[in-house]
């Protein structure tokens, strides 16, 4: 994760994607597993949620099968120093 990007690999090792967003390394990360969100800190100074769910699709068979593609962050967050914040969307909303 030094070049502001994390890979996502399954269980047996294959590659399923890449979560682009961070411009940093990236210093911690935290999974939950109820929700499939992966929440990621980096040196850029913002938090970014992700959706790993989303690198899977229901297969034909009613397998699960998993897509490899590139991912971007669901939402970014900023918090300074004196407590202010701001979140957005990759699609322009913020708040």
Do not use: C
Not at 77 to 86: P, Y
């Amino acid at each position: 994760a030094d070049n502001g990007y994390l890979m996502a690999f399954d269980l047996k090792g294959r590659l399923l994607g890449y979560l682009f967003g961070h411009t940093g390394r990236v210093w911690g990360m935290a999974y939950d597993p109820e929700t499939g969100k992966l929440y990621s800190g980096s040196d850029d100074q913002t938090i970014k949620i992700w959706d790993l769910r989303s690198l899977r699709t229901q297969g034909t068979q009613g397998i699960m099968a998993y897509n490899r593609h590139n991912m971007n962050p669901l939402v970014s967050i900023f918090i300074t120093e004196t407590g202010e914040w701001i979140m957005w969307a990759n699609d322009g909303y913020y708040t």
